[in-house]
């Protein structure tokens, strides 16, 4: 405990955060194995939780206080590799939807998705993906790991062929032959588009997963990433999206990944740690 507050999000009371009491558990993954250019997502994790008990536990867009419904954060996984990290997520996953909880993953690097996409994708039938990114993500290999950080969906797309792909602003040649083309939205599109929202929620299935990777938000409000790239989505043209999503479809889970913390810029931390808040009042408010 520091500051006062139980460490854990949203600095929660027992009554709050207790795995009996709680509807929603937070799954922190710290974990930084395969990234190939600035190191340090493993700290992301931490610093979300940190970022977390200075948040309002009032959401205004939805007049609602989510936590009453208990954010339980559980034990962070760890593993020497990628793949071995993918089959204890999915094993702790699956128990967790067992029990009926709705399940938030908070990375790490964006292969700790997997696991994840995996244990979602044998719960729910019929699951299609909505990926946010700055990058495509489709590699078949990458620096001889096909578990890499940067071949997640190409990884997902062996458990569903329905992955729809937003905010996407960098591709290797060598992806385009994975990516499917009506199904991804373009950052310099969706600038110029008026309805490119309600192109997006068409093309989900009736229950969606949502992966979000950090560097789909444009640097200038999250620097904080491994690989940042110009021209990104903004808050409220993302909020918009998963509004929607929210709305029209049944959200059965979703990660937060690729926060990598700098040391004296705690805003980008309480970002990611907003997001999450915002996405868990959308889906339960």
């Excluded at 040649?173 to 490119?196: G, H, M, P, Q, V």
Aim: with cysteine; aromatic share 8%.
């Amino acid at each position: 405990m520091a500051n006062g507050l139980p460490y854990n999000f949203g600095g929660l009371s027992v009554e709050n955060s207790s795995y009996g009491n709680s509807n929603i558990v937070i799954l922190p993954v710290p974990f930084d194995k395969t990234s190939s250019w600035i190191k340090g997502s493993d700290k992301g994790p931490r610093a979300i939780i940190n970022a977390s008990r200075n948040m309002e536990l009032y959401d205004i867009e939805t007049a609602s206080e989510v936590y009453r419904e208990g954010i339980h954060t559980a034990k962070a996984i760890t593993a020497g590799n990628a793949r071995a990290l993918s089959d204890k997520v999915r094993k702790k996953v699956r128990g967790l939807l067992a029990d009926k909880k709705f399940v938030v993953v908070m990375g790490g690097e964006h292969s700790v998705s997997l696991g994840t996409i995996q244990a979602h994708a044998e719960a729910f039938k019929n699951i299609s993906i909505l990926h946010l990114d700055a990058h495509s993500d489709m590699r078949g290999s990458y620096e001889g790991d096909k578990y890499s950080h940067a071949c997640i969906m190409a990884r997902a797309k062996e458990v569903t062929r329905n992955i729809v792909s937003v905010g996407i602003r960098s591709s290797d040649s060598s992806e385009l032959k994975n990516i499917n083309k009506r199904n991804t939205f373009y950052a310099s599109d969706i600038r110029k588009s008026k309805d490119w929202i309600k192109k997006v929620v068409k093309r989900l299935s009736g229950s969606v997963y949502i992966s979000i990777d950090l560097d789909v938000f444009d640097p200038s409000i999250m620097p904080s990433t491994g690989t940042p790239e110009p021209g990104g989505l903004g808050w409220y043209e993302v909020l918009d999206l998963m509004e929607s999503v929210m709305r029209n479809k049944k959200v059965a889970g979703f990660d937060v990944v690729e926060l990598c913390p700098i040391k004296n810029n705690p805003a980008p931390d309480f970002l990611a740690a907003k997001l999450i808040y915002k996405l868990l009042s959308l889906k339960f408010a």
